[in-house]
């Protein structure tokens, strides 16, 4: 099989000169952090999404855990997640003491199945063993079925966060994810390999002032400065008050910044993207690969382009993805499902416990797809997979 001439990675961050100036302003500043650019990169994200509130912080997977924690999530409580996801859509609940469980995902999607997630809680109902919040994944920036997940929540009461790391710049029924109107509250990931970066980032997007005003506090340590949320009388221009047991998970100005500037490029990052995507599509159309597609309804910001194998090559799955690193081709795997890992293990959970994540793990195959991926590049990868089917 041909190489190609250089190593193609499956994903890569988009930096350009207006991004590097935005960092160094931010360094000739006289904040480095708790400055301007926080608050300037969360009321951009408000506007992006239609969300009234928003709290950045340095990486996704800390805004997972004052989510949680915003919403009460502590020990008996039971969360749910999807195991096709990274292992932060699940690590959240036990940060909280919580106890974790999975809704099998739909084969075809990658994304939690809604028949399973229906299954499980009539199920669960009988036990008493009902979730307090369920953490939906939207793979790929694919969204998942809120509609049919909001209405369960209402039906047995649980609480929604989702985990949209991957679906900055996605739309679901012609709103912006993130808009939380089928959710409590919503996350994204400004890690390099995701949409657009801050290097490390991450927010949460809520309509709901109480959960809000709980997660910025949590994200500084538990402290107030703010006079009418304070329990005596100011002691002096020095006061504030440790309300709760909070963490350092602030974003810095730098991260802030750098994540004002990219957004300015999100619409054409995400198109460009779309525009490969479609090139793909096409190029597979006549093949028996099952090809991750967003519904209908939604547009996705097309973080990962994921293709399953056909049953007849599932033995080949390692083979191939192998090769393709052979021919300097970085083809990926997204994910191994969570309760495999062996943490996870010792939990308690079995391999056959969902088995569509099996099966979607054995079929599985990330091919790079970013924006600046060339077209010959993206020949090579067609010509290549072609060849192999
Ligand atoms: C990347 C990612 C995270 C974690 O994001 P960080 O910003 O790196 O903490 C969480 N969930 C999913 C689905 C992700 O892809």
């Not at 949590?218 to 909070?246: C, D, F, K």
């Amino acid at each position: 099989m041909d190489k190609f001439e250089q190593f193609i990675p499956y994903g890569r961050q988009h930096i350009d000169q207006a991004d590097i100036d935005a960092v160094v302003d931010v360094l000739q500043s006289d904040y480095l952090t708790q400055g301007p650019k926080v608050p300037e990169f969360e009321s951009q994200l408000c506007h992006l999404t239609g969300a009234q509130f928003a709290c950045a912080t340095n990486s996704a997977t800390s805004a997972l855990h004052i989510a949680c924690l915003a919403l009460n999530v502590g020990i008996g409580d039971i969360v749910w997640t999807s195991p096709i996801s990274f292992v932060a859509s699940s690590n959240c609940a036990l940060y909280c003491n919580a106890t974790i469980d999975f809704v099998d995902v739909d084969t075809n999607t990658g994304l939690m199945s809604i028949n399973a997630l229906t299954k499980k809680l009539a199920d669960a109902e009988k036990t008493n063993t009902l979730p307090k919040v369920v953490i939906p994944v939207h793979l790929c920036g694919h969204s998942c079925d809120m509609k049919a997940i909001a209405m369960l929540a209402k039906q047995y009461s649980f609480r929604i966060i989702e985990d949209a790391s991957h679906a900055v710049g996605s739309f679901y029924q012609g709103k912006p994810v993130g808009s939380c109107q089928y959710s409590d509250i919503s996350i994204f990931s400004f890690h390099p390999v995701k949409i657009i970066t801050s290097a490390e980032g991450g927010i949460a997007l809520t309509n709901k002032q109480s959960l809000a005003d709980k997660m910025s506090k949590l994200r500084s340590h538990g402290i107030t400065n703010v006079a009418s949320e304070m329990t005596e009388p100011s002691h002096g221009p020095w006061y504030y008050q440790q309300q709760m047991l909070g963490f350092n998970y602030r974003m810095t100005e730098l991260q802030a910044a750098l994540g004002v500037s990219q957004l300015r490029k999100l619409k054409p990052l995400v198109s460009t993207r779309n525009a490969k995507a479609v090139i793909y599509d096409e190029a597979f159309a006549n093949t028996d690969l099952t090809i991750l597609k967003p519904a209908d309804n939604s547009q996705s910001s097309y973080h990962l382009y994921v293709v399953l194998l056909p049953q007849r090559l599932v033995n080949q799955h390692k083979n191939i993805i192998e090769k393709m690193r052979e021919a300097n081709i970085c083809a990926h795997l997204h994910y191994i499902p969570i309760h495999i890992q062996p943490f996870y293990q010792t939990l308690g959970f079995n391999e056959q416990d969902f088995p569509n994540a099996m099966d979607y793990y054995h079929r599985a195959i990330s091919i790079p797809l970013y924006p600046v991926l060339d077209s010959k590049a993206q020949q090579f990868i067609i010509d290549t997979i072609k060849e192999m089917l």
